[in-house]
């Protein structure tokens, strides 16, 4: 049997690297009963502590169930380490470590384990009435993404002049400052409201400026991309079966010296998707003398077979089109036969591999 309490004696740091080194060799749980079992009390919660904290930064699973513990052990020995523990643990006791938190007065702590409770008003009133860091406090609430919180936060400030203020300053992006002006009673004197007012007035200056920018940055965008949809749209697609791919290829390989003007020199987009067949029937599309229908994402089907499954899915779900339904219609375009004209003044039609998959 390992005697951990005398190797932490003779020297704790290397004992504890040696007991991190080995712990599947020496579980962890064993280490602690020896720890706590100790009748020499000498350093022994020491040493536990050094232990769990090495321990839990290796691995911060492997010594979950003494989270618990530790919590007492890091407000007894660093206490400036128990808030990146609280923040990295998932394995503690909140209520437990609220109140030692709470025993000891530690602030900072009580808030996240609070927080992390999901009572954010109770942090946010130590915040405000413990702490008394109204910066810390917008800090908070804005990462709670909570609006009621914002109400809080004002409710709680309106009794102190200086946090108003301070309120003020840090409204930008998160409060109307005039809802937080409306809101101070009558005759409360805010410490340097002037200097405060037209730090606001600078400050939305500032933000209004910036998205003027980003607005002129996204309509370039907009028409950039706009010239390069159209360029690829422009493009052809080539609609052939795959025998005469073959064909065309040992044409090529036979007569590579001789440039002939061929599709393949000219600026095709794509083959279309399965390779001359129908996307519905699979027939390759010379077998059948209909006309066939071509949409931008290269699918190709018979008119037949797209009408076909057209009417059964609109009869399955009619009206439950999104509001991005427009985004996949195509103008129906006659091509090669014309004896199916008919259809050309119908419904628009739309390529049902790209409209029914969910991907
Ligand atoms: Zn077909
Ligand atoms: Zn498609």
Redesign the pocket.
Same mark, same amino acid.
């Given at each position: 049997m390992m005697q951990v309490v005398q190797l932490m004696m003779v020297d704790c740091k290397q004992a504890v690297n040696l007991l991190i080194q080995n712990r599947d060799l020496i579980a962890p749980s064993e280490v602690v009963s020896q720890l706590l079992n100790t009748r020499n009390k000498c350093d022994s919660r020491y040493f536990l502590h050094l232990y769990l904290h090495s321990l839990f930064e290796v691995n911060p699973h492997a010594g979950k169930d003494f989270h618990d513990m530790q919590v007492e052990l890091y407000v007894e020995y660093e206490p400036k380490m128990l808030l990146p523990f609280l923040r990295s643990s998932q394995h503690y006791t909140l209520e437990k470590a609220y109140e030692i938190c709470d025993r000891r007065d530690l602030l900072r702590e009580q808030v996240f384990i609070l927080g992390r409770m999901g009572n954010s008003k109770q942090a946010l009133a130590v915040i405000i009435n413990e702490l008394g860091d109204i910066e810390e406090a917008v800090e908070f609430v804005t990462m709670q993404h909570d609006d009621d919180l914002w109400e809080e936060l004002i409710h709680q400030c309106l009794h102190k002049p200086e946090m108003v203020g301070v309120l003020l300053e840090h409204t930008v992006g998160n409060l109307d400052p005039l809802y937080i002006v409306n809101m101070v009673p009558n005759g409360l004197e805010i410490p340097r409201l002037r200097d405060r007012l037209v730090k606001i007035i600078t400050d939305y200056r500032t933000e209004t400026s910036l998205r003027h920018g980003c607005n002129d940055i996204l309509k370039a965008d907009c028409v950039n991309l706009s010239v390069k949809y159209y360029n690829e749209a422009k493009r052809a697609v080539c609609l052939s079966n795959e025998e005469d791919d073959a064909r065309s290829k040992r044409d090529a390989s036979r007569a590579s010296q001789v440039i002939t003007p061929s599709v393949r020199n000219m600026e095709v987009k794509s083959k279309t998707?399965g390779g001359g067949r129908c %996307?519905m029937c699979f027939d390759p599309f010379s077998i059948q003398n209909v006309s066939v229908v071509v949409?931008f994402?290269?699918?190709a089907y018979h008119t037949t077979c797209l009408m076909e499954s057209t009417e059964t899915n609109s009869t399955n779900k009619k009206g439950t089109g999104g509001p991005s339904e427009g985004l996949y219609e195509y103008e129906y375009e006659e091509e090669q036969e014309d004896d199916n004209g008919s259809e050309a003044g119908g419904p628009r039609m739309r %390529?049902?591999?790209?409209?029914t998959a969910t991907s």
């Open positions: 998707r %996307c949409f994402c290269c699918h %390529c049902i591999l790209c409209t």
